[in-house]
């Protein structure tokens, strides 16, 4: 349970702050899209569609540049935007703004499952490491000293190259109750990637979680639950994992963005295991930038405002419940 001091700190810096304000607005918006994907999407996120020469739609309120071959001659066109792609189409005829709430899914479950999974290896091998000391923090620390040795994307390209491609379809809860006819009646959940991203980034919870150990070790009440025959599994349960949280959940909300990141650079570089993914959706538009710019730009957008609003929160739990923790830039990958 959240102490008073630690809600009054909360409530105090955040209506004191703007930023995390905004943060939580636009997280929110986003998260909403997401959740409510199948049933705000304008088309179906996997049809395609063609002009008769493969141009693109651009988005409300713009004209793109194409050309038409007339007589044997190259000529230049305007392509005014449709009513029915709001942003545009992509250059196989997709619905840009459908790939764009179905892509949030991708990231926001990935960045919160592969999160998820960083902490339930990482907290305890850090009590553990931290708790025990001597030669077996030693040995432990040593483990994530390779880690980390090694740059997060190249390490998790590595991982990938070893499980291989694997992705998990879960059923959409709309579609089955007949509230979102013609959408995709399943989501594609990258497991590969979302499992990698989990293994790339453990060792940062398994630091904090080893200095937050350390420090609580010698506690008064430890020592008390110890002469009281208390096992060691039961003190790290009950008196050190309680009262290492704080910094934990602080590193956790950061940390999110991280992985948003990560498993965008996995999904560019085509290791993702799903075409709808904003990684993706990017490395498809790379080709168009100059003519068809809004293919790479929106989910580029759509990223950039994921990874600040998850930050501007993390910045604002750190500041209020935890203003010493360190985590792995604050978001970068």
Known sequence: MISDRV????????????????????????????????VLA????????YFDDGTSYPPMGTIAESYEVVDGERQSIEVEP??????????????????????????????????GIAVVMGVPFG??????????????????????????????????????????????PFVAAGLAEGMPSSTPLPGTVTLVVGLVTWVWFARVARGEAMAIRNEEY??????????????????????SLTPVIVLATIQVASVILLESSLSFLGFSGTTLSWGYEI???????????????????????????????????RDSLDPNIEGEGGGGA
Do not use: C
């Not at 700190?9 to 409510?36: D, H, Q, S, W, Y």
């Not at 304008?42 to 569609?49: E, Q, R």
């Not at 479950?109 to 999160?115: A, E, N, S």
């Not at 430890?222 to 009262?243: E, W």
């Open 42 to 49: 304008t088309h179906n996120p996997n049809t395609t569609g």
């Open 222 to 243: 430890v020592t008390a639950a110890r002469s009281l025959g208390a096992s060691d599994a039961t003190i790290l349960f009950k008196h050190v994992l309680p009262n």
């Open 127 to 172: 009590l553990i490491s931290g708790y025990f000391g001597g030669r077996i923090d030693d040995a432990m620390m040593r483990v994530a000293d390779v880690m980390l040795a090694f740059p997060s994307l190249v390490l998790a390209l590595a991982l990938v190259g070893v499980f291989g491609s694997m992705t998990v379809s879960i059923p959409d």
């Open 283 to 317: 490395q498809q538009g790379q080709e168009y930038l100059r003519q068809n710019w809004w293919i790479s730009t929106i989910p580029g957008v759509g990223i950039v405002l994921a990874v600040i609003s998850i930050n501007l929160l993390g910045d604002w739990l």
């Open 7 to 38: 809600a009054s700190n909360l409530k105090a810096e955040f209506r004191r702050n703007l930023l995390p304000k905004v943060g939580l607005v636009v997280l929110t918006a986003i998260l909403l899209m997401a959740l409510f994907a199948p």
């Open 82 to 115: 449709s009513r029915e792609h709001l942003l545009g189409t992509n250059n196989v005829g997709q619905d840009v703004f459908s790939r764009l709430l179905y892509g949030a899914r991708t990231s926001l479950l990935v960045g919160m499952l592969g999160t």
